[in-house]
């Protein structure tokens, strides 16, 4: 799974963006320290805490002065790598389990046809036309969940369905 060169880019995009938000939350901090600031002021200086007013003449507030582009920039970065390998390895699991269900389903579809011809058993072939259709009805429901939950909680929902894509082609 991991021999794949874009999960290794995505993983070292993840781990820079990481880096990167750790370092801008440190030298934030540091900042205020350095600055002599009490806790009060050093969160309105670094733009967690605000009152959204004016402080100057020249009409910015001061979480806007105080935003760096590295504040915005460095969990997006973190996010785009993170959300790509987490949809490559849900692309990855995705194909195994489709490998073993298929065989699961052909062998026992192969046993079922066997007893059948043989007289060992009878098959209400209706019955199993139903129960296919209410699994069929059933994964469709599970499957419209499981989109929604990964939109939900996954930051990046395009970059976790191109990893799922570079997931399923994974060999």
Request: hydrophobic share 55%.
């Amino acid at each position: 799974m991991f021999a794949s060169r874009a999960v290794r880019v995505a993983i070292v995009v993840s781990l820079v963006g990481l880096g990167m938000w750790i370092y801008a939350a440190a030298s934030r901090l540091a900042g205020a320290e350095a600055a002599g600031l009490s806790e009060a002021a050093s969160g309105l200086a670094s733009g967690l805490i605000g009152d959204g007013g004016v402080d100057g003449a020249d009409g910015v507030n001061s979480a806007e002065r105080t935003k760096r582009a590295i504040d915005s920039s460095a969990p997006a970065m973190f996010r785009f790598g993170f959300s790509f390998v987490v949809g490559f390895f849900a692309g990855w699991c995705l194909r195994q389990v489709l490998k073993v269900t298929l065989l699961a389903t052909g062998a026992i579809a192969l046993l079922v046809i066997a007893g059948e011809k043989l007289a060992i058993t009878s098959v209400d072939w209706a019955g199993m036309q139903a129960a296919a259709g209410n699994s069929v009805a059933w994964v469709k429901g599970e499957g419209e969940m499981f989109g929604e939950f990964v939109t939900g909680y996954v930051p990046s929902a395009f970059t976790a369905a191109a990893g799922g894509f570079w997931g399923l082609r994974r060999r």
